[in-house]
């Protein structure tokens, strides 16, 4: 029989290309969204959409039993609606772990847990590694950020639930077709500059879409559950291998600087200054700063490695990809 799936933020960049890996994996699919989020990226017809309104118990029970009764239970639920950019620090923890809460609590209150819960977290919630080893599952986790904090907090809740089937997949940063922050990156390349940040031999990772995609299909389908999976391509970069990369596919030359210590101080200075007159978090604050200074961003994928996962797509073959997309679908000229 079909199993039923139910990805929510289905709307976003990872979330539509989950939606697209359940319909190819044959699974009957129900694609979370709200009545504002766009379709765009969900358009076969046997999509189900669901309105699930995380913020109201009643509501959450409503709706989850009229598909209980309707269709039975979801046999499996990724729970990937996040976050990822807040004007407020408090609204990553109403998002990222008030909502998950209050979804799993009605999950358990109405009996229709499913078979796997896999939350999607996110390498913040860990930290960088305070080493020259690279992140590993069972590393001490010291978020640097209010977005990792409340990522981890919804972890710490699902650790305390007995018996819960969940996963917890931890994806480095992602970039791949549809996707907006590392795009800027490359659209800055596209328009001849190239900026640093960070140290320049600091060793980052990345995940195409595709490769982590699969990785949560394998997490989801394997038997392993009360589990972090950390997800990432297995290689290591330095910030001038994505430039490179770029560079050479888009054929360009550019002027290449970094910005001096003192001068990223004072500009993230202003930058909070400026955010506190507002009453939001500025885009460039203290805590995302030390996020692009730290030293090692590297992954330990072992246990996903362990569980069959095979990255198909590296900087060297899923950024030419990923240009392609941008190019084809007029996001770059
Ligand atoms: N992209 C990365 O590099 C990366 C790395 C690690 C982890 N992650 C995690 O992966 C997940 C997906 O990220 P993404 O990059 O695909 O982000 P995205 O494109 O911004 O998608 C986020 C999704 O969550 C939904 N959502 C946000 N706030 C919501 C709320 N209050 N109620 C209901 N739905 C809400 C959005 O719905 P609307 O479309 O209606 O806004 C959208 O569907 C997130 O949990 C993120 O933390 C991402």
């Known amino acids: 029989m079909q199993k039923k799936i139910l990805i929510t933020g289905a709307s976003g960049f990872i979330g539509s290309f989950l939606v697209e890996e359940a319909l190819n ?22 999509i189900k959409f669901i309105d699930l309104d995380y913020t109201s118990n009643i509501a959450l029970d ?32 109403s998002v990222n772990y008030d909502n998950t809460k209050r979804f799993v ?13 896999v939350y999607i977290s996110s390498l913040a919630s860990y930290g960088p590694s305070l080493n020259l080893k690279p992140i590993s599952p069972d590393q001490i986790q010291q978020p640097l950020t209010a ?35 590392a795009f800027l990156l490359m659209q800055t390349i596209a328009r001849g500059l190239e ?11 990345w995940v195409h879409v595709y490769d982590l995609v699969n990785a949560i299909f394998i997490a989801l389908e394997s038997n392993v559950v009360q589990q972090n999976i950390l997800v990432s391509d297995n290689k290591i970069y330095t910030p001038q291998d994505f430039n490179n990369i770029v560079k050479s596919v888009l054929n360009k030359k550019t002027l290449s600087f970094t ?9 993230t200075n202003a930058f909070e200054f ?34 069959g996962y095979e990255p198909k797509y590296f900087l060297e073959n899923g950024l030419p990809q990923t240009l392609e997309w941008y190019k084809t679908n007029g996001w770059l000229k």
């Not at 609590?105 to 819960?117: D, S, T, W």
């Not at 819960?164 to 992602?174: K, S």
């Not at 007159?277 to 330990?300: C, M, Y």
Request: avoid cysteine; hydrophobic fraction near 35%.
């Open 259 to 267: 910005i001096p210590k003192f001068v990223l101080k004072s500009v």
């Open 105 to 117: 609590e009605a999950l358990l209150r109405n009996n229709i847990v499913p078979e796997k819960f």
């Open 62 to 93: 409503t709706l989850l039993q009229k598909y209980q009764n309707e269709v039975g239970k979801f046999d499996y639920i990724i729970h990937n609606a996040g976050l990822t950019k807040a004007k407020k620090n408090e609204d990553y923890f």
């Open 195 to 205: 900026v640093y940040i960070g140290p320049k031999n600091q060793m980052l990772s």
């Open 274 to 307: 400026a955010g506190k007159l507002k009453g939001q978090v500025p885009i460039l604050n203290k805590e995302r700063l030390k996020e692009f200074e730290a030293f090692n961003w590297s992954v330990d994928s072992s246990a996903l490695l362990s569980l």
């Open 25 to 46: 994996r044959n699974y009957q699919t129900f694609a979370g969204i709200r009545s504002s989020s766009s379709k765009q990226f969900l358009n076969q017809p046997s």
């Open 147 to 181: 977005y990792g904090r409340s990522k981890l907090k919804a972890e710490e809740y699902l650790y305390t639930i007995k018996d819960f089937p969940f996963v917890i997949i931890n994806p480095t940063a992602v970039y791949g077709p549809r996707e907006k922050d």
